[in-house]
T-cell receptor, first 111, second 113 residues
Framework: SQQGEEDPQALSIQEGENATMNCSYK?????LQWYRQNSGRGLVHLIL?????REKHSGRLRVTLDTSKKSSSLLITASRAADTASYFC???????????FGTGTSLTVIP | KAGVTQTPRYLIKTRGQQVTLSCSPI?????VSWYQQTPGQGLQFLFE?????QRNKGNFPGRFSGRQFSNSRSEMNVSTLELGDSALYLC???WGQGAGEQYFGPGTRLTVT
């Protein structure tokens, strides 16, 4: 399977702390994206990082990409209760046009 | 702009029946992808349509089919429903084919009894 894997599967932190989740994938990619999903709802796009980029920021989000290790990390700084959700990485392999989603990290931010 | 809409939001069907789900993409988006989400298998790609043509198909049996209309609206059909088809079906639209940011609808929760 070309599906990515997120680590950890579940993460519980206090409000104000930082949350880091990791994604590993198997094949060469064009880009990698992170999405958030609130319980049982649709996914919301957070950030896209291209294969030639190493780091990207968007507000409280910081994404890194290491193509040599086929891994990415998502850091959420100063977490809020509203950040409670599942986070998925999605890879766009450079062979074919479909996305492969990871297994997701369930983040709980305790107020 | 209005977001991606999916109808119906919830559906209960019996084994052996068939079902049709609908997705209206964001205005101007020409690509529509469908995903199945289950607790055990996660998010799995079903198929992608671009300009009324199926461009990619995931590893699902032929019971799963879809189509796209000239206004980019898309439908997916599942025939001869099985219990294992119970899932959240998500539709996503994007401007171009394949890669790039996708905008997801709220999903259709299908329960097969």
């Amino acid at each position: 399977s070309q599906q990515g894997e997120e680590d950890p599967q579940a993460l519980s932190i206090q409000e104000g702390e930082n949350a880091t989740m990791n994604c590993s994938y198997k094949t060469s990619i064009n880009n990698l994206q992170w999405y958030r999903q609130n319980s049982g709802r649709g996914l919301v796009h957070l950030i896209l990082i291209r294969s030639n980029e190493r780091e990207k920021h968007s507000g409280r989000l910081r994404v890194t990409l290491d193509t040599s290790k086929k891994s990415s990390s998502l850091l959420i700084t100063a977490s809020r209760a509203a950040d409670t959700a599942s986070y998925f990485c999605a890879t766009d392999p450079n062979t074919g046009n479909q996305f492969y989603f990871g297994t997701g990290t369930s983040l709980t931010v305790i107020p | 702009k209005a977001g991606v809409t999916q109808t119906p939001r919830y559906l209960i069907k019996t084994r052996g029946q068939q079902v049709t789900l609908s997705c209206s993409p964001i205005s101007g988006h020409r690509s529509v992808s469908w995903y199945q989400q289950t607790p055990g298998q996660g998010l799995q790609f079903l198929f992608e349509y671009f300009s009324e043509t199926q461009r990619n198909k995931g590893n699902f049996p032929g019971r799963f089919s879809g189509r796209q209309f000239s206004n980019s609206r898309s439908e997916m059909n599942v025939s001869t429903l099985e219990l294992g088809d119970s899932a959240l079906y998500l539709c996503a639209s994007s401007w171009g084919q394949g890669a790039g940011e996708q905008y997801f609808g709220p999903g259709t929760r299908l329960t097969v009894t």
